[in-house]
């Protein structure tokens, strides 16, 4: 299967994605969907326009990801939020632009610039900048989103894991193993979990499944955070 193909393929139901993603559910339908106020319509970010699908793509979730990182610091003004998606996807022809590593890496990086300044981002929730010696930087929550992403090596360079506790982390989500659901060496995190507190030792854990004892640890720290930002 394709990467592109992958970025298509619906892996979750809203609840499950926003659970992983650490944001409420009625967010996540938001910047899929939009949603009416009153008398005003607002339209989805992530998708070109509303479906009725609640069923989350593997690209809809990265780029989800992405959303994540500036509303963590950041009240987004979502108009200019989606107006800079939009014009990264008619530049690059892509579905999911901010799941590709074009916009990232490289000359790609003045696209970025392009469609901040196109769709009036305000500086403050800009992904890049470039200084008077004409080099593009990526700003703090650009780069903390992609210390968290896997690029393939194809010419696009589609998102093709994530790292939810970055690099150094045993933890990945992967739309090729075990569904995309978080995990280490192949084994859900939560399934770990709950043998740790259904009373199992985290040693006997690691020995059952043949894993470090660090990675179980992992692991765990993984869903006690994911646990409280439920």
């Given at each position: 299967?394709t990467n ?14 926003a659970?992983?993603l650490?944001?409420?559910?009625s967010t996540?339908?938001w ?15 992530l998708r ?5 699908s609640?069923?989350?793509t593997?690209?809809e ?8 990182e500036?509303?963590r610091?950041h009240?987004v003004?979502l ?7 939009s ?7 892509i579905a999911y ?6 916009p990232w890496?490289g000359?790609?990086?003045?696209l970025?610039?392009?469609a901040?300044?196109e ?6 929730l ?10 593009t930087l990526?700003?703090?929550p ?9 690029f393939?090596d ?10 939810p506790?970055?690099?150094?982390s045993p933890?990945?989500i992967?739309p090729?193993?075990?569904?995309g659901?978080?995990?280490?060496e ?9 043998l740790?507190m ?6 006997s ?20 955070v ?5």
């Amino acid at each position: 299967m394709t990467n592109d193909t992958i970025l298509e393929r619906p892996l979750y139901d809203e609840a499950l994605a926003a659970e992983f993603l650490n944001v409420s559910q009625s967010t996540l339908h938001w910047w899929l969907e939009g949603r009416r106020q009153g008398s005003k319509t607002y339209a989805p970010v992530l998708r070109r326009e509303p479906t009725g699908s609640k069923e989350v793509t593997w690209g809809e979730f990265v780029e989800a990801r992405f959303l994540r990182e500036y509303r963590r610091t950041h009240e987004v003004p979502l108009s200019k939020i989606r107006d800079f998606v939009s014009i990264l996807r008619d530049s690059l022809e892509i579905a999911y632009p901010l799941a590709s590593a074009r916009p990232w890496v490289g000359p790609g990086q003045r696209l970025l610039i392009h469609a901040q300044q196109e769709s009036e981002l305000p500086p403050e929730l800009w992904a890049a900048y470039e200084v008077s010696s004409g080099q593009t930087l990526l700003t703090h929550p650009s780069e903390s989103f992609l210390e968290r992403v896997e690029f393939d090596d194809s010419e696009v360079g589609f998102v093709i894991r994530v790292h939810p506790n970055g690099r150094e982390s045993p933890v990945v989500i992967d739309p090729e193993v075990r569904y995309g659901t978080p995990n280490v060496e192949g084994i859900p995190t939560e399934t770990l979990a709950e043998l740790v507190m259904a009373g199992d030792s985290v040693e006997s854990v690691a020995k059952d499944f043949d894993l470090k004892l660090g990675y179980v640890v992992a692991a765990l720290g993984y869903e006690r955070v994911t646990s409280l930002a439920a």
